[in-house]
Structures are given as structure tokens and as C-alpha cells.
């Protein structure tokens, strides 16, 4: 990481979205925090830039670094870690988007704070930081016939079956405003 960004004043957002590397979890719900990235890179005609990037959002704020962590879900707590310390961006800075499969589906819910709730790759960033005093968003994955059937694990690594898929771009779009919201405050 070092050498990727030069180091910037400790007036900067950093948001995380939570998923797995490898295209074959794309479109899956254990990645709709990288989906969510996406998405609103591509509604700013941004380009990602070694899967992390930072600069100005038109009209929005200097100095956002967006990251989508090239490891594993249950094991992001390392990155965030490493790049809040290089850019000494404090946790109330930081904002991190997950999935949760216990919320309704479509659902987003901001908090400013909270706990972890189950979700390993928030327990992983808990662990990392020594505090859970940082934003998150989180959408809602819940399909509880699918995960009756599949199992927890199998269930948050599912591709969202076409219904679902036709929700995503409304989805998408308040997470982009709860994200704009957030870098704005």
C-alpha cells in the first residue's frame, strides 16, 4: 500500500464495501458491498484504480478513499486497519458496507456505530480497529426460504435470483445517498 496514494491531511472519508475477490462471487450477497462500490463509481464515471481509489467526488468532498479489500470477507479487518493508520483517518471517518441476511431484503439501515450483529467481516474490522465506532451500511439479503434451504453459508455466497435483481438498482441508489450523505457530514 505504501507509495499506491501520497499521504493526505486526516480531513478524508474512507468507505469500505465488504465482499470477496474473484468474479465468481459477483452478483452474489455476501458482495453486494463491492456492488454497491460499483455502482456508484459508475454513476460518477469513476475508475477504480487497484481496487482502491482517492480523490474528489464532483461536488461532494475532496479526499475520499473508496476501498473493495482483495481478501476474504471474514478477514477485512487487516486492510481497513492498515490503510485508517497509513491515512490517520479516525473510525468516525470510516464507513463500511455490508450485506445482512437477517435484515429484509431491500432494505438499507445507516448507523452511526453499533455492533457487529453476526457479521464476521464487521467482527474482523472490530478486532482490527479495537472498536466498533465507525459508520456502517448495511443491506438487507434476507430470503429465509433460500436460506432454510441452503444454509447460512451456502446462502450469503447465492447469486440474488432475478426478482431480486430487478430491486437492485433502487437499492443501489439510496445506498448511494446514504453514502453521499455520510461523506457530506
Same mark, same amino acid.
Given at each position: ?5 501520497p ?12 465482499g470477496?475477490?474473484?468474479a ?9 458491498g463491492f ?31 473508496f476501498i473493495k479489500?482483495?481478501?476474504?470477507y471474514? &478477514? ?5 486497519? /492498515? !490503510?485508517? #493508520?497509513?491515512?490517520?483517518i479516525?473510525?468516525? %471517518?470510516? $464507513?463500511v458496507?455490508?450485506d445482512n ?7 438499507v439501515?445507516?448507523?452511526a456505530?453499533?455492533t457487529a ?8 474490522? &472490530?478486532?482490527?480497529l479495537?472498536s466498533? /465506532? !465507525?459508520? #456502517?451500511i448495511r443491506?438487507?439479503?434476507?430470503? %429465509?426460504e $433460500? ?7 451456502d446462502?450469503?455466497?447465492?447469486k440474488?435470483?432475478?426478482k ?5 438498482p ?8 446514504k453514502?453521499?450523505?455520510?461523506i457530506?457530514?
Open positions: 500500500m505504501t507509495g499506491l496514494f499521504c493526505y491531511n486526516n480531513d478524508m472519508k474512507m468507505i469500505i464495501g465488504l470477496n475477490p474473484g465468481r462471487y459477483n452478483f452474489t450477497r455476501h458482495n453486494v456492488l454497491a462500490l460499483d455502482y456508484y463509481f459508475k454513476r460518477y464515471k469513476i475508475e477504480w484504480r487497484e481496487k482502491a481509489f482517492l480523490g474528489a467526488i464532483r461536488g461532494l468532498k475532496d479526499d475520499v478513499l479489500p482483495q481478501n476474504f471474514n &478477514d477485512t479487518g487487516r486492510v481497513v486497519a /492498515d !490503510y485508517m #493508520r497509513h491515512f490517520k479516525p473510525a468516525s %471517518d470510516i $464507513l458496507i455490508c441476511f437477517d435484515l429484509e431484503y431491500g432494505l439501515r445507516f448507523r456505530t453499533g450483529g453476526g457479521n464476521n467481516g464487521l467482527k474482523s474490522i &472490530d478486532a482490527a479495537g466498533s /465506532d !465507525y459508520a #456502517r443491506i438487507g439479503t434476507e430470503n %429465509d $433460500l436460506r432454510t434451504k441452503l444454509g447460512d453459508i446462502f450469503v455466497l447465492s440474488f435470483t432475478d431480486e435483481k430487478q430491486k437492485l433502487e437499492i443501489l441508489e439510496e445506498v448511494l445517498n453514502t453521499n450523505d455520510f457530506l457530514n
